[in-house]
């Protein structure tokens, strides 16, 4: 079973999250499938932070991958900017 997920970076105090498409099993900052994107969740105000590319999570959702309920909070708020960018 494929999960996508975040695995953590960043130093101490100071987060950063890939979002990668790993093995249910496998730990959490362990060996992942792909790199899908990332995000800052303390980014400034001219730094990017959510990226994220929809047509591979969309890509691993057809393979039958599930997505953790904070990715899918991502992914929803990503689209919903997008649209208002739109």
């Known amino acids: 079973m494929v999960v996508i997920r975040l695995t953590r970076g960043g130093a101490k105090k100071r987060p950063f999250y890939h979002i990668v498409a790993a ?3 496998s730990r959490r900052d362990g060996q992942f499938i792909e790199r899908l994107g990332y995000y800052n969740p303390i980014a400034a105000d001219n ?3 959510l990226k994220l590319s929809a047509e591979r999570v ?3 959702k057809q393979q039958g991958a599930e997505l953790s309920p904070t990715v899918a909070r991502l ?3 990503q689209a919903a900017a997008q649209a208002a960018a739109a």
């Open 75 to 77: 992914f929803k708020q």
């Open 47 to 49: 730094e990017v932070g």
């Open 23 to 25: 093995h249910k099993q």
């Open 58 to 60: 969309e890509f691993w």
